[in-house]
């Protein structure tokens, strides 16, 4: 995949970007974070991934306020001396932007650090567009897709523009509008498991809308999302491929669909 020229000319300085891999790509699917080091390294970067673990919110979310100190700390120190921070997910990267500096303070060693930081960490769609100015991929996509807005994403960075406007890039590619695109899905990290009465009945709402819309592929920025979305999806036996954006935007669909098993070779 190569990406077309930008309007304004490129920086000669090649910026250094240590990539936030975040837990979930980590473990659940990892196609998502070779795609956003494709995006990164073919938009002009030179891509790393320092030692990490997690950002933290799930131990902010349910008032762990020391645990989220030390992991943050960790963050902090692990991430110095790059750039920018990118993650694919608008959850990872409000959490750091936003809560960070939150945490911290009223700690005045460790303030300017997570200010510090903040000022550098972007979410990955919105790092291509806003920070680097891409405006078009050149991947392709046969076939129609709708989008999920995730709630830290829109309402903590003002991610909602950024995806759509590559995606529209993409030859072949037919976007159709979610209804309540920018409502909940449900999942909200650990809400979904205090609480799981009330997600369930969000997600069937996300469910339903997305079946309405006719399109067989869904789209979002974050993963916990894309896995709730899913996995409900499947339980109502909707045939609808679940996808995190990046993967579109990089050309990278040889992984199955979210929920959906690797065939295996037949001996």
């Avoid at 979930?24 to 080091?37: E, I, T, W």
């Avoid at 991430?79 to 009223?106: K, N, Q, T």
């Avoid at 590559?166 to 509008?177: A, D, F, P, T, Y």
């Amino acid at each position: 995949m190569e990406l077309s020229p930008n309007p304004s000319p490129r920086p000669v300085h090649r910026p250094r970007v240590g990539l936030f891999v975040t837990c979930l790509v980590d473990l659940m699917r990892p196609s998502v974070g070779f795609a956003a080091v494709k995006l990164l390294e073919e938009a002009g970067c030179i891509v790393q991934v320092p030692e990490q673990t997690c950002c933290g919110q799930p131990a902010y979310n349910t008032g762990d306020r020391s645990t989220t100190r030390a992991i943050a700390e960790r963050v902090i120190t692990e991430f110095r001396g790059y750039d920018y921070v990118v993650a694919p997910s608008g959850s990872c990267a409000g959490m750091i932007r936003a809560h960070y500096p939150e945490l911290f303070a009223d700690d005045p060693n460790w303030l300017p650090r997570a200010n510090e930081l903040a000022a550098r960490t972007h979410e990955l769609t919105s790092f291509l567009v806003d920070v680097l100015g891409v405006t078009r991929v050149a991947a392709r996509f046969d076939g129609t897709v709708t989008y999920h807005d995730s709630c830290s994403g829109l309402r903590e960075l003002g991610i909602r523009s950024q995806p759509r406007r590559l995606l529209q890039s993409i030859e072949g590619l037919r976007l159709v509008e979610l209804e309540e695109s920018d409502v909940c899905c449900g999942f909200g990290g650990t809400f979904a498991v205090k609480y799981s009465d009330i997600s369930g009945a969000i997600v069937e709402a996300k469910a339903r809308n997305v079946v309405e819309t006719s399109a067989p592929t869904l789209l979002a920025g974050d993963l916990g999302c894309l896995l709730n979305m899913a996995g409900k999806l499947s339980r109502d036996g909707a045939p609808i491929h679940v996808r995190h954006v990046a993967e579109i935007l990089a050309g990278m669909t040889d992984e199955p669909p979210i929920g959906i098993a690797k065939e295996r070779p037949r001996t």
